[in-house]
């Protein structure tokens, strides 16, 4: 018999020793007049960008363009397939950059089929997929954790999914199906506490640097009605740099929108999903010129009336009488950073500005890595199907881990999740080394079929780091940080607050491109 091994997301990116360094010069930035201008540091190494048609450009690995100049006429319009990291998009240019026709990373909707969640742009979170039809409403469960549940919006402010109301205030006799709540980013929809049938929204999270670099988060997916599921929530608006070494000039669009969920008129439907919210736009140069368009809003959109099922009693509230706009994507975020900024018109939202600064936020990459099972080296790229097959009669088994950036004497967790049962934890013994390369390891039995392997580490960070981190906390100290790998989601790290408080933010956004 043989015992395949998964791994979700094997070699995860930490936050440590680096990871500090990157926040406190995320909050230290001190704007000060360059005595040479502004260098993008682009190599120039994929050379000119003149495309005369509409295209869809792949992203590389690291999301990284190295031009030596971009022209974007009028008419065109330029977006991009995502990376397998969904890195935001970076363009670096060592001479001008014109753009006269359109960049966009929005958010997309998936069409033909009203449950699937909207498709985040580049750097940006999906949205929550809408609930399953169950077509006995006695089932129906009042929260939004019953068997027509849809799920929450994806990103560190993703909406939640919609409620079950049981009965509403309006129609006691009934249940009505609430929206999903709408994905935040630099601004959080307005929770609406006193509606019958309010969504929840998602957090703000970010700063206004935009360093690190990341997208918007998606909306909360809807509940199912007895006949068609609930429509899944909009994704959020994807995340874009542009830095030039010359002039930067904007006429035409970027475009970094969120996404509205699909909305069905059809009998015994669901709930409306919640918008997913606008993404990031930033620009650097020592100048930028021009009044083009550039938006980075949430996805917002009608709301139905009320509908009562034509085959049972149950309301879908969604008309803006119920919910206000607590449904709503929220805003992104939009910097522009220049010595002679010559532009006239506002940006939706409001941007913030300052001199050019760190393109990027400076340091290594720490990592947590499952580097072997029962001896056996881990692939370079897990794929999260059989990466490792055991043979039997293996147990116990010793899984090994090497940390990189991460504080020596820390344990890490192993959660196994077998194929049938409730998952299994272990911790590791404290890690030796040193900060730039520790090992540690666990012993576990892990059972016949294919099981998935996850890890997270917990450790406490220096007090002015915890300060410095403050800017991704609502303000508050922040005194541990866990980063752990979900299926199904990326890696997220986690700041807990001195008084217990925990906000999410992307593992990703904190390393290095």
Known sequence: MHMPVQLVNGESEMIGKFGLRYVIAASLIVAALNAAAYDSGSSGADGAFNPTVSQTVQLPPNGLFNYTSVNIPAGVTITYKKNAANTPVTILASGDVSIAGIINVSATTVAGDVGMPGVGGPGGFDGGRGGSVSGDVLTWVSGNTGPNAGRGGIGPGGGTPAKVIKPPPFAPSSIALGPGGGGAYGTAPEPVGSAACSATPGRVYGNLSLLPLVGGSGGGGGAAGVIQSGSGGGGGGGAILIAASGTLDVTGSILANGGVPVVSTASGRGSQGGGGSGGAIRLISSTITGNGTLSAMGGTFAGENSYMGSSAPYYTCTNGSYNSESRYGGAGRIRIEAEVLSRTQPTTPPFSTDLPGPTFVPGGTPTLAIANIGGMPVPTTPTGTADIVLPSGTNPVTVTF?????????????????????????????????????????????????????????????????????????????EKIRLSSTLGGPSTATLITKSGREFAVPAKALAQL
């Open 402 to 478: 090497l940390t990189k950036g991460v504080t020596v004497g820390s344990t890490i967790t192993l959660t196994l999740s077998p194929p049938i049962g409730p998952a299994l934890t272990a911790t590791s013994s404290p890690t030796t080394g040193t900060v730039d390369s520790a090992t540690s390891s666990v012993s576990v039995d892990i059972p016949p079929g294919s099981s998935t392997l996850q890890a997270s580490v917990t450790y406490t960070v220096l007090a002015s780091a915890g300060d410095a981190m403050s800017i991704y906390a609502e303000g508050e100290h922040v």
